[in-house]
């Protein structure tokens, strides 16, 4: 018997996510746990081990382990399936819909950054700690696991766990909340408003697909394109 909520909607509203193991509010709370308890467990030794700010490849590296162990636990405890997440089979055309769709976003989100500065007059760099690093291979590092192993781990535990559960509360809202609790994952600052737009485009995209990839796709698009400038420049472009 599946979940009512997952069903695939009609022909009015489209395609949306298909019907599958049901997630629950047990995998959600479980999972939005153990991404906050990997989180602190595993920055904390690097932090007292390293000399000064832990290396770049190590920050990231963390954040994209954190969100693949909590979505790992939660489906450990009762589904078992990665379907149930969004792991399943979709069309080129979709994945590719998925990069321009990342590239799309970049591009506004430096709009809503430059707002951002204009508004707040903050311009502080979230992200100046990735320019800590010495050595191609630390940057190829940093680019590989920012721009594929992050991406793939947040749009897990975000769009594969967290919306399927609260998209029994109404789409709109699970798009919105899912999209607000990932904005705010990266703080109130200058990326707040890009993670949002990021949030509710992939949010979007997997609603209409039933696939998670070409959310990751879009977000592995977006964060390559961050990651490769915020190196070669040494901050936000």
Request: hydrophobic share 60%; aromatic share 6%; proline share 6%.
């Amino acid at each position: 018997m599946t979940d009512p909520a997952l069903e695939p909607a009609d022909a009015v509203t489209g395609p949306v996510l298909p019907a599958r193991p049901a997630l629950g509010w047990l995998e959600l709370v479980v999972a939005a746990v153990a991404y906050v308890v990997l989180q602190i467990g595993l920055f904390l030794p690097v932090a007292l081990l390293s000399e000064g700010d832990p290396p770049a490849p190590l920050l990231v590296g963390i954040s994209g382990a954190s969100a693949l162990g909590a979505v790992a636990i939660a489906l450990a405890l009762r589904v078992r399936a990665p379907a149930a997440v969004g792991l399943v089979r979709t069309s080129a055309r979709t994945v590719a819909l998925g990069v321009g769709l990342g590239v799309a976003v970049w591009l506004l989100s430096r709009v809503l950054i430059v707002v951002y500065v204009v508004v707040t007059g903050d311009t502080s760099d979230p992200q100046a700690a990735l320019t800590l690093f010495s050595g191609p291979v630390a940057a190829a590092l940093v680019i590989a696991l920012g721009g594929l192993v992050v991406p793939l781990g947040e749009e897990l535990l975000f769009r594969g766990l967290a919306y399927p559960v609260l998209r029994r509360l109404g789409r709109v809202l699970a798009i919105v909340l899912t999209a607000g609790v990932f904005a705010l994952a990266h703080g109130l600052n200058v990326v707040f408003a890009a993670a949002l737009l990021l949030g509710v485009v992939n949010a979007v995209l997997y609603e209409r697909t039933g696939s998670i990839w070409p959310a990751v796709a879009s977000h592995a698009t977006f964060n390559t394109i961050s990651f490769v400038l915020v190196l070669a420049v040494g901050g936000q472009v």
